[in-house]
């Protein structure tokens, strides 16, 4: 089965306030998350601005932040639209189940955070 490659615009700015707030140069934050470190530089200097939604994961939990805080445009809150369901129940039909247990804890994760 192939397995569908989703990915998300990093806003390039927001990168860098939070990898500098976290008191990381940026070969120290790729070590951390596991990515190559050049990617972290195209990222800041807008070279690149896609990643894997597991990348922007990957440096999000590095950061100590969530992938909605690195994200050019934020999640749509409130009524979902149709094709962003239809995204995500594409993705989590092809992911396995090490990959969706990530997701459940991360779900359960931001209702605790925002519970009032």
Request: hydrophobic share 35%; with cysteine.
């Amino acid at each position: 089965m192939t397995r569908s490659k989703s990915t998300t615009t990093v806003d390039r700015h927001k990168l860098k306030e939070l990898r500098e707030a976290a008191g990381l140069r940026q070969e120290d934050l790729a070590d951390i998350a596991g990515v190559d470190r050049g990617l972290i530089s195209k990222l800041e200097c807008g070279v690149r601005r896609s990643v894997t939604l597991n990348t922007a994961a990957a440096i999000a939990r590095a950061l100590g932040t969530t992938v909605d805080s690195l994200l050019d445009k934020p999640v749509v809150t409130g009524e979902p639209e149709r094709h962003l369901v239809e995204e995500i129940r594409a993705t989590l039909v092809d992911m396995d189940r090490e990959q969706l247990d990530r997701v459940l804890d991360y779900i359960r994760y931001q209702r605790r955070a925002n519970r009032p």
